[in-house]
Protein backbone atom coordinates (compact mmCIF):
# COMPACT_ATOMS: atom_id res chain seq x y z
CA UNK A 1 0.00 0.00 0.00
CA UNK A 2 1.88 3.18 -1.51
CA UNK A 3 2.09 6.32 1.10
CA UNK A 4 1.86 9.68 -0.11
CA UNK A 5 3.40 10.32 -3.10
CA UNK A 6 4.31 14.06 -4.06
CA UNK A 7 6.12 14.88 -6.99
CA UNK A 8 8.72 16.25 -8.36
CA UNK A 9 10.56 15.94 -5.25
CA UNK A 10 12.95 18.77 -6.18
CA UNK A 11 11.60 22.28 -8.24
CA UNK A 12 13.49 24.62 -9.60
CA UNK A 13 12.21 27.90 -11.09
CA UNK A 14 13.33 31.28 -12.12
CA UNK A 15 11.18 34.36 -10.75
CA UNK A 16 7.96 35.14 -12.82
CA UNK A 17 7.79 31.18 -13.67
CA UNK A 18 4.91 28.67 -12.33
CA UNK A 19 4.95 25.95 -10.23
CA UNK A 20 3.02 23.24 -9.91
CA UNK A 21 3.40 20.44 -7.13
CA UNK A 22 1.43 17.48 -7.27
CA UNK A 23 0.15 15.55 -4.23
CA UNK A 24 -1.28 11.72 -4.76
CA UNK A 25 -2.90 10.68 -1.20
CA UNK A 26 -2.92 7.13 0.57
CA UNK A 27 -5.21 4.73 -0.75
CA UNK A 28 -8.91 5.35 0.49
CA UNK A 29 -8.19 8.71 1.79
CA UNK A 30 -10.33 11.60 0.42
CA UNK A 31 -8.80 14.69 2.51
CA UNK A 32 -6.01 16.56 1.89
CA UNK A 33 -3.85 19.04 3.39
CA UNK A 34 -1.14 21.20 1.99
CA UNK A 35 1.76 22.64 4.54
CA UNK A 36 4.65 24.59 3.90
CA UNK A 37 7.85 24.88 5.81
CA UNK A 38 10.23 27.44 5.75
CA UNK A 39 14.02 27.03 6.65
CA UNK A 40 14.51 27.00 10.52
CA UNK A 41 10.38 26.85 10.92
CA UNK A 42 7.45 24.23 11.45
CA UNK A 43 4.97 23.11 9.35
CA UNK A 44 2.86 25.89 8.18
CA UNK A 45 -1.25 24.99 7.35
CA UNK A 46 -2.09 26.04 3.66
CA UNK A 47 -5.35 24.54 2.36
CA UNK A 48 -7.54 21.37 3.30
CA UNK A 49 -9.13 19.65 0.13
CA UNK A 50 -11.24 16.96 -0.11
CA UNK A 51 -12.52 15.36 -3.62
CA UNK A 52 -13.85 18.80 -5.54
CA UNK A 53 -14.21 20.54 -2.69
CA UNK A 54 -11.99 23.58 -0.90
CA UNK A 55 -12.77 22.60 3.05
CA UNK A 56 -10.55 25.62 4.19
CA UNK A 57 -7.72 28.12 2.91
CA UNK A 58 -7.13 30.04 5.40
CA UNK A 59 -3.60 29.34 5.52
CA UNK A 60 -2.75 30.26 1.56
CA UNK A 61 -1.81 33.52 0.28
CA UNK A 62 -4.99 35.36 -1.65
CA UNK A 63 -2.53 35.98 -4.31
CA UNK A 64 -0.82 33.88 -6.69
CA UNK A 65 -1.22 30.52 -4.84
CA UNK A 66 -4.21 28.05 -5.53
CA UNK A 67 -4.95 24.43 -4.93
CA UNK A 68 -7.10 21.92 -6.13
CA UNK A 69 -7.93 17.90 -5.84
CA UNK A 70 -10.05 16.92 -8.39
CA UNK A 71 -12.61 13.50 -8.76
CA UNK A 72 -9.76 12.01 -10.89
CA UNK A 73 -6.16 12.10 -10.24
CA UNK A 74 -3.68 13.80 -8.24
CA UNK A 75 -4.05 17.48 -6.05
CA UNK A 76 -2.48 20.12 -6.86
CA UNK A 77 -0.76 23.35 -5.33
CA UNK A 78 0.18 25.83 -8.48
CA UNK A 79 2.32 29.03 -7.57
CA UNK A 80 2.20 31.10 -10.17
CA UNK A 81 4.88 34.25 -10.94
CA UNK A 82 6.93 32.68 -8.50
CA UNK A 83 9.03 35.05 -6.15
CA UNK A 84 12.09 34.33 -3.93
CA UNK A 85 10.37 33.92 -0.91
CA UNK A 86 8.34 30.84 -2.26
CA UNK A 87 11.80 28.61 -1.73
CA UNK A 88 10.63 26.11 1.00
CA UNK A 89 9.45 22.71 1.27
CA UNK A 90 6.17 21.82 0.61
CA UNK A 91 4.15 18.85 2.14
CA UNK A 92 1.04 17.21 1.66
CA UNK A 93 -0.89 15.13 3.95
CA UNK A 94 -3.87 12.65 3.43
CA UNK A 95 -6.06 11.08 6.19
CA UNK A 96 -9.02 9.29 5.97
CA UNK A 97 -13.01 10.61 5.80
CA UNK A 98 -13.36 12.54 9.52
CA UNK A 99 -10.90 15.14 9.96
CA UNK A 100 -10.36 15.64 13.68
CA UNK A 101 -9.74 12.04 14.88
CA UNK A 102 -7.80 10.91 12.01
CA UNK A 103 -3.85 11.03 11.80
CA UNK A 104 -2.97 12.66 8.62
CA UNK A 105 0.12 10.49 6.47
CA UNK A 106 2.64 12.75 5.18
CA UNK A 107 4.69 12.59 1.51
CA UNK A 108 8.20 12.83 1.21
CA UNK A 109 7.89 17.46 0.41
CA UNK A 110 8.41 18.79 -2.38
CA UNK A 111 11.46 21.68 -2.36
CA UNK A 112 11.36 24.61 -4.22
CA UNK A 113 13.85 26.82 -5.11
CA UNK A 114 13.41 30.38 -7.01
CA UNK A 115 16.12 31.42 -8.30
CA UNK B 1 2.50 34.58 17.13
CA UNK B 2 4.36 31.34 18.20
CA UNK B 3 1.60 29.19 19.75
CA UNK B 4 3.64 26.19 20.04
CA UNK B 5 7.70 26.50 20.87
CA UNK B 6 10.04 23.99 21.16
CA UNK B 7 13.19 25.96 22.39
CA UNK B 8 15.94 23.99 21.93
CA UNK B 9 16.72 23.35 18.38
CA UNK B 10 18.90 20.54 19.14
CA UNK B 11 19.53 17.79 21.52
CA UNK B 12 22.59 15.90 22.07
CA UNK B 13 22.32 12.09 23.91
CA UNK B 14 24.30 9.35 24.50
CA UNK B 15 23.00 5.37 22.80
CA UNK B 16 20.74 4.22 25.86
CA UNK B 17 20.52 7.02 27.89
CA UNK B 18 17.03 8.66 28.42
CA UNK B 19 16.23 11.43 25.41
CA UNK B 20 13.95 14.40 26.68
CA UNK B 21 12.51 16.86 24.20
CA UNK B 22 10.14 19.14 24.91
CA UNK B 23 7.60 21.84 23.98
CA UNK B 24 5.52 24.49 24.99
CA UNK B 25 2.19 26.17 23.90
CA UNK B 26 -0.24 29.11 24.97
CA UNK B 27 -3.19 28.44 23.60
CA UNK B 28 -4.99 26.75 26.28
CA UNK B 29 -7.28 25.87 23.97
CA UNK B 30 -5.41 23.48 22.41
CA UNK B 31 -6.89 19.85 23.39
CA UNK B 32 -4.81 17.53 21.35
CA UNK B 33 -1.03 17.07 21.20
CA UNK B 34 0.83 15.00 18.34
CA UNK B 35 5.13 14.24 18.15
CA UNK B 36 6.34 13.44 14.54
CA UNK B 37 9.43 12.75 13.51
CA UNK B 38 11.21 13.36 10.44
CA UNK B 39 14.19 11.79 8.70
CA UNK B 40 15.78 14.20 6.09
CA UNK B 41 14.34 14.16 2.85
CA UNK B 42 11.63 12.53 3.98
CA UNK B 43 7.87 13.99 5.61
CA UNK B 44 6.97 13.93 8.96
CA UNK B 45 6.12 10.19 10.68
CA UNK B 46 3.15 10.31 13.37
CA UNK B 47 5.01 9.00 16.42
CA UNK B 48 2.85 9.32 19.41
CA UNK B 49 -0.06 11.82 20.89
CA UNK B 50 -2.24 12.72 23.89
CA UNK B 51 -5.47 14.02 24.28
CA UNK B 52 -5.94 16.53 26.69
CA UNK B 53 -7.60 14.47 29.23
CA UNK B 54 -4.55 12.76 29.88
CA UNK B 55 -1.00 13.60 31.52
CA UNK B 56 0.74 10.72 30.03
CA UNK B 57 0.64 8.13 27.09
CA UNK B 58 2.83 5.44 26.53
CA UNK B 59 4.03 3.53 23.51
CA UNK B 60 6.92 1.12 23.63
CA UNK B 61 10.02 3.27 23.99
CA UNK B 62 8.56 6.42 23.51
CA UNK B 63 5.94 7.97 26.48
CA UNK B 64 4.56 11.89 26.16
CA UNK B 65 4.03 13.66 29.56
CA UNK B 66 1.36 16.14 29.27
CA UNK B 67 1.28 19.23 31.95
CA UNK B 68 -1.81 21.46 31.45
CA UNK B 69 -1.46 23.97 34.23
CA UNK B 70 1.76 24.70 32.81
CA UNK B 71 0.94 24.50 29.35
CA UNK B 72 4.09 22.07 28.51
CA UNK B 73 4.40 18.61 27.05
CA UNK B 74 7.55 16.12 26.51
CA UNK B 75 8.22 13.39 25.06
CA UNK B 76 10.88 10.68 27.03
CA UNK B 77 12.39 7.90 24.58
CA UNK B 78 14.32 5.33 26.91
CA UNK B 79 16.54 3.59 25.90
CA UNK B 80 17.83 6.12 22.77
CA UNK B 81 18.95 4.45 19.63
CA UNK B 82 20.94 5.79 16.69
CA UNK B 83 17.98 5.28 14.19
CA UNK B 84 16.19 8.07 16.92
CA UNK B 85 18.29 10.66 15.05
CA UNK B 86 15.81 12.87 13.27
CA UNK B 87 14.11 16.32 13.92
CA UNK B 88 11.29 16.00 16.38
CA UNK B 89 8.15 18.26 16.14
CA UNK B 90 5.73 19.15 18.45
CA UNK B 91 2.40 19.93 17.27
CA UNK B 92 -1.31 20.67 18.64
CA UNK B 93 -4.84 21.42 17.62
CA UNK B 94 -8.00 22.06 19.39
CA UNK B 95 -11.25 20.03 19.42
CA UNK B 96 -12.91 21.86 16.81
CA UNK B 97 -9.75 22.39 14.66
CA UNK B 98 -8.51 20.13 12.33
CA UNK B 99 -5.48 22.27 11.49
CA UNK B 100 -2.45 21.66 13.86
CA UNK B 101 -0.14 24.20 14.29
CA UNK B 102 3.32 22.86 14.34
CA UNK B 103 7.21 24.33 16.36
CA UNK B 104 9.84 24.58 15.08
CA UNK B 105 11.38 21.43 15.92
CA UNK B 106 14.38 20.01 17.80
CA UNK B 107 17.19 17.75 16.13
CA UNK B 108 17.82 15.21 18.05
CA UNK B 109 21.23 13.35 17.86
CA UNK B 110 22.27 10.07 19.28
CA UNK B 111 25.85 9.37 20.34
CA UNK B 112 27.42 5.80 19.91
Known amino acids: NAGVMQNPRHLVRRRGQEARLRCSPM?????VYWYRQLPEEGLKFMVYLQKENIIDESGMPKERFSAEFPKEGPSILRIQQVVRGDSAAYFC?????????????FGPGTRLTVL | DQQVKQNSPSLSVQEGRISILNCDYT??????FLWYKKYPAEGPTFLISISSIKDKNEDGRFTVFLNKSAKHLSLHIVPSQPGDSAVYFC???????????WGAGTKLIIKP
Open chain 2, 27 to 32: NSMFDY
Open chain 1, 27 to 31: KGHSH
Open chain 2, 91 to 101: AARTDSNYQLI
Open chain 1, 93 to 105: ASSPAGQFDNEQF
